[in-house]
């Protein structure tokens, strides 16, 4: 462990002290959102990233130790441990070296090297590694035998350049220089398989391609791997053929003799017929491994984007799953997302459909006193906004709301369970309504790899992907915290220290009991014991407690240090909460000890100002450009609204209105060059972009976010008409204010 301790701290760059604690917190069973938030004063206030990498790291050593272990113990038992062998294993510091080191003794099938030591020639392939300057025919001669399969001299060099080329295939040297070889001179090379030029067009890129192996980003690799996978293209990754015999020759070759010559022979067929396709395997391997960790750390950042965007917050909905033939769902939710209606209207059958349609909604928005209509922006979205729209309703928002994932839920067990009764075509209307309440407590609800977000999620590792995501998941749920009292099992689930069986016991506890009035109570939950609770309680709020601490995230460890400031100050904690003066006037150092820091202290004082306080943004309203409805209606050219969907590492899309994402390409993200696409857009954002391509045939959408300098100069004159409309009197105020609002409209 002090060696694991010693190597993390170097790799993360923090201190031993910092890996030693996190790791001892993390083996007694804390979570990284409770240790990154509630333990700062003994990690040195490490964020959830380190904690995470600190826990990540230590496992890959330990699996590499239990590795080494097992090869020692098999080199043992095999009776080939000696010293110098040992010592290269333990020093060994990857588990290629390690693997590298145990393949000539690892057991195999038969082979062509196996079979000519059976016939005794393994005498003949040491000689011939030694390379003396003697006649070759000569020696050769000593091991013809007729029994043993050795009737002449050819076959028997033959069998000895068999064992050499797998001495030099299983060579430890032999395989780091050609692996080395392949990782900086290698090459993808990507050809369409004859005949499948037509079917596998969305492979066009890649018909006839190369890219360095260095070079190739991640999206490409997993693009030509799932070309290659159905069938549309080949796949190779070589190096100079001639630098890997050059790099061996080198290695091997001690002279200029007839041996020398035999070895020679040997080295290129070890090349061709085993170190070649191992390494090109083991190359294959290593790159998608590093495109998956790529993809899946891009799929996270997008997830973690979405899941924490900003709440619309309660508020009385009229949500809208839309069809066209099938008509649209329709459902009323009060302020807690509780269905309180639904039904069907038709608005795009007929003009009867239609006048039935404007009556239903425009009674259920009087019925329900709706604040806001919910419109999913999957087919017939754009047609059913603006049927909506053109009722003219005042005073109710109508907002597009990306259903992705919708349907999954809809299908899911947990909508089955809340609503046994009810269509699949309902239950996503109602989810559809409540993700634009609040996104995060619907989208835990949904397999994260169904919310459409991520680069080839299916292509890459599960397990890795699962295990990133739920760490994700996690981190969003802890950092914004849930109220106890109407969270559902799938949100609590994701609390620190709970589970699906303790969420599950809690919401039981809470049907049969009525709502918690103070934190302490879930230590009467089944299952939730003292360490648990210490893990989840920071993370859970009541909302208006008696205690208001029970609504904000300080944990209930540091009730007795609020109430020590409260009475030193001659006041109550409502009072210190309602009061900036008096908690101005509190004095961090006089309350810290050996476990309580100035950290802890500063995070209490945040809470006090803002109990409870939620990290996410403010809820900004959003429309599309009107009149632009499907492909057909685009221009080159044009200046639109657009959501941003999904961000990629080669740039990222944009939902326009149009029933497809277009792409901005990298390039087309900004007027400066930037590496990474999340420098500049986040999921979810709201963004204004040009046309530049329309590929209806390929359905593709090419965008930019350069603006031209005529553009951004108008943009910048909103901001100075608003000064000057300020100054005005109220007559010519309305002027500006027309002005102001036509610039708005006009890149909106």
Same mark, same amino acid.
């Given at each position: 462990?002090?060696?694991?301790?010693k190597?993390?701290?170097?790799?993360?760059?923090?201190?031993?002290?910092?890996?030693?604690?996190?790791?001892?917190?993390?083996?007694?069973?804390?979570?990284?959102?409770?240790i990154?938030?509630?333990?700062?004063?003994?990690?040195?206030?490490?964020?959830?990233? /380190?904690?995470?990498?600190?826990?990540?790291?230590?496992?890959?050593?330990?699996?590499?130790?239990?590795?080494?272990?097992?090869?020692?113990?098999?080199?043992?038992?095999?009776?080939?441990?000696?010293?110098?062998?040992?010592?290269?294993?333990?020093?060994?510091?990857?588990?290629?070296?390690?693997?590298?080191?145990y393949?000539?003794?690892?057991?195999?099938?038969?082979?062509?090297?196996?079979?000519?030591?059976?016939?005794?020639?393994?005498?003949?392939?040491?000689?011939?590694?030694?390379?003396p300057?003697?006649?070759?025919?000569?020696?050769?001669?000593?091991?013809?035998?007729?029994?043993?399969?050795?009737p &002449?001299?050819?076959?028997?060099?033959?069998?000895?350049?068999?064992?050499?080329?797998?001495?030099?295939n299983?060579?430890?040297?032999?395989?780091?220089?050609?692996?080395?070889l392949?990782?900086?001179?290698g090459?993808?090379?990507?050809?369409?398989?004859?005949?499948?030029?037509?079917?596998?067009?969305?492979?066009?890129d890649?018909?006839?391609?190369?890219?360095?192996?260095?070079?190739?980003?991640s999206?490409?690799?997993?693009?030509?791997?799932?070309?290659?996978?159905?069938?549309?293209?080949?796949?190779?990754?070589?190096?100079?053929?001639?630098?890997?015999?050059?790099?061996?020759?080198r290695?091997?070759?001690?002279?200029?003799?007839?041996?020398?010559?035999?070895?020679?022979?040997?080295?290129?067929?070890?090349?061709?017929?085993?170190?070649?396709?191992?390494?090109?395997?083991?190359?294959?391997?290593?790159?998608?491994? /590093?495109?998956d960790?790529?993809?899946?750390?891009?799929?996270?950042?997008?997830?973690?984007?979405?899941?924490?965007?900003?709440?619309?917050?309660?508020?009385?909905i009229?949500?809208?799953?839309?069809?066209?033939?099938?008509?649209?769902?329709?459902?009323?939710?009060?302020?807690?997302?509780?269905?309180?209606?639904?039904?069907?209207?038709?608005?795009?059958t007929?003009?009867?459909?239609? =006048?039935? &349609?404007?009556?239903?909604v425009?009674?259920?928005i009087?019925?329900?006193?709706?604040?806001?209509?919910?419109?999913?922006?999957?087919?017939?979205g754009?047609?059913?906004?603006?049927?909506?729209?053109?009722?003219?309703?005042?005073?109710v928002?109508?907002?597009m709301?990306?259903?992705s994932?919708?349907?999954?839920?809809?299908?899911?067990?947990?909508?089955?369970?809340?609503?046994?009764?009810?269509d699949?075509?309902?239950r996503?209307a109602?989810?559809?309504?409540?993700?634009?309440?609040?996104?995060?407590?619907?989208?835990?609800?949904?397999?994260?790899?169904?919310?459409?977000?991520?680069?080839?999620?299916?292509d890459?590792?599960?397990?890795?992907?699962?295990?990133?995501?739920?760490? =994700?998941?996690?981190?969003?749920?802890?950092?914004v915290?849930?109220?106890?009292?109407?969270a559902?099992?799938?949100?609590?689930a994701?609390?620190?220290?709970?589970?699906?069986?303790?969420?599950?016991?809690?919401v039981?506890?809470?049907?049969?009991?009525?709502?918690?009035?103070?934190?302490?109570?879930?230590?009467?939950?089944?299952?939730?014991?003292?360490?648990?609770?210490?893990?989840?309680?920071g993370?859970?709020?009541?909302h208006e407690?008696?205690?208001?601490?029970?609504?904000?995230?300080?944990?209930?460890?540091?009730?007795?240090?609020?109430?020590?400031?409260?009475?030193?100050l001659?006041c109550t904690?409502h009072?210190?909460?309602?009061?900036?003066?008096?908690?101005?006037?509190?004095?961090?150092?006089?309350?810290?000890?050996?476990?309580?820091?100035?950290?802890?202290?500063?995070?209490?004082?945040?809470?006090?100002?803002?109990?409870?306080?939620?990290?996410?943004?403010?809820?900004?309203?959003? &429309?599309f450009?009107?009149g632009?409805?499907?492909?057909n209606?685009?221009?080159?050219?044009?200046?639109?609204?657009?959501?941003?969907?999904?961000?990629?590492?080669?740039?990222?899309?944009?939902?326009?209105?149009?029933?497809?994402?277009?792409?901005?390409?990298?390039?087309?993200?900004?007027?400066?060059?930037?590496?990474?696409?999340?420098?500049?857009?986040?999921v979810?954002?709201?963004?204004?972009?040009?046309? =530049?391509?329309?590929?209806?045939a390929?359905?593709?959408?090419?965008?930019?976010?350069?603006?031209?300098d005529?553009?951004?100069?108008?943009?910048?004159?909103?901001?100075?008409?608003?000064?000057?409309?300020?100054?005005?009197?109220?007559?010519?105020?309305?002027?500006?204010?027309?002005?102001?609002?036509?610039?708005?409209?006009?890149?909106?």
């Amino acid at each position: 462990m002090i060696s694991y301790i010693k190597k993390i701290a170097e790799e993360l760059t923090i201190s031993q002290k910092q890996v030693d604690t996190t790791l001892t917190l993390l083996d007694e069973g804390a979570t990284v959102p409770f240790i990154a938030r509630y333990r700062k004063e003994m990690t040195g206030s490490l964020d959830e990233v /380190q904690v995470a990498a600190i826990r990540d790291r230590a496992e890959q050593l330990r699996e590499l130790d239990k590795r080494r272990q097992a090869i020692l113990k098999s080199l043992t038992e095999l009776n080939k441990l000696d010293p110098a062998l040992e010592k290269k294993i333990i020093e060994a510091r990857t588990l290629v070296e390690l693997e590298d080191l145990y393949l000539p003794y690892r057991p195999k099938r038969k082979t062509r090297a196996s079979m000519a030591r059976e016939k005794g020639l393994q005498p003949l392939a040491d000689w011939l590694l030694e390379q003396p300057n003697l006649d070759v025919s000569k020696e050769a001669l000593k091991f013809i035998d007729e029994e043993k399969g050795v009737p &002449s001299e050819i076959e028997a060099l033959a069998g000895a350049r068999d064992i050499i080329a797998e001495h030099i295939n299983e060579h430890a040297d032999a395989r780091a220089r050609i692996r080395r070889l392949f990782l900086e001179k290698g090459e993808f090379i990507s050809k369409v398989i004859e005949g499948k030029e037509e079917a596998g067009s969305k492979y066009k890129d890649y018909f006839d391609w190369k890219e360095t192996v260095k070079a190739a980003p991640s999206h490409r690799i997993l693009a030509m791997r799932r070309g290659e996978k159905e069938l549309f293209l080949t796949l190779n990754v070589l190096p100079p053929e001639e630098d890997a015999l050059a790099s061996l020759e080198r290695l091997f070759l001690k002279n200029r003799s007839m041996a020398a010559d035999q070895v020679k022979l040997a080295l290129a067929d070890s090349y061709k017929r085993l170190l070649k396709p191992s390494m090109e395997t083991e190359i294959r391997l290593f790159t998608k491994k /590093q495109a998956d960790e790529e993809a899946i750390k891009v799929f996270a950042e997008n997830a973690k984007q979405l899941l924490m965007s900003a709440p619309l917050g309660q508020k009385k909905i009229l949500a809208i799953d839309p069809g066209f033939r099938t008509g649209c769902k329709i459902v009323c939710l009060d302020e807690q997302g509780k269905l309180l209606y639904n039904n069907a209207i038709y608005p795009h059958t007929g003009a009867n459909g239609f =006048t039935e &349609s404007k009556k239903l909604v425009v009674k259920l928005i009087a019925d329900y006193t709706i604040d806001t209509i919910a419109i999913g922006n999957g087919t017939a979205g754009r047609e059913t906004e603006e049927f909506i729209k053109n009722l003219q309703i005042p005073n109710v928002s109508i907002i597009m709301v990306n259903e992705s994932g919708a349907s999954i839920y809809s299908a899911s067990e947990a909508a089955r369970e809340e609503f046994p009764d009810k269509d699949i075509t309902v239950r996503g209307a109602v989810s559809i309504g409540r993700r634009l309440m609040d996104p995060l407590a619907e989208l835990v609800k949904i397999d994260p790899k169904s919310i459409g977000v991520g680069q080839y999620q299916h292509d890459v590792d599960q397990s890795k992907l699962q295990s990133s995501l739920d760490d =994700t998941v996690i981190s969003c749920v802890n950092a914004v915290g849930v109220e106890l009292n109407t969270a559902s099992k799938q949100i609590l689930a994701y609390i620190s220290g709970l589970g699906p069986q303790i969420a599950k016991n809690i919401v039981e506890y809470r049907e049969k009991n009525g709502a918690f009035k103070k934190r302490s109570e879930l230590k009467k939950i089944p299952r939730l014991g003292e360490k648990a609770y210490e893990q989840a309680a920071g993370f859970l709020r009541i909302h208006e407690a008696k205690n208001p601490l029970d609504s904000s995230a300080i944990h209930p460890e540091r009730y007795a240090l609020v109430e020590q400031m409260a009475t030193d100050l001659n006041c109550t904690i409502h009072d210190l909460i309602k009061e900036d003066k008096l908690r101005q006037q509190i004095r961090p150092e006089k309350y810290m000890n050996d476990s309580i820091g100035l950290p802890t202290i500063q995070d209490i004082l945040e809470q006090l100002a803002k109990p409870g306080r939620d990290p996410r943004q403010q809820f900004e309203a959003f &429309s599309f450009t009107d009149g632009v409805n499907n492909m057909n209606d685009l221009r080159v050219g044009m200046v639109l609204s657009g959501i941003v969907t999904n961000i990629t590492s080669f740039g990222a899309f944009v939902d326009i209105g149009v029933h497809q994402d277009g792409l901005v390409h990298l390039s087309q993200l900004s007027n400066r060059f930037i590496k990474d696409p999340n420098e500049v857009v986040k999921v979810h954002e709201q963004v204004q972009v040009k046309v =530049t391509e329309v590929d209806s045939a390929r359905k593709r959408i090419a965008l930019s976010m350069k603006m031209e300098d005529s553009v951004k100069k108008q943009e910048k004159r909103i901001p100075e008409v608003k000064k000057q409309s300020d100054k005005t009197s109220d007559k010519s105020k309305v002027g500006f204010q027309d002005q102001l609002n036509a610039l708005k409209n006009r890149f909106s």
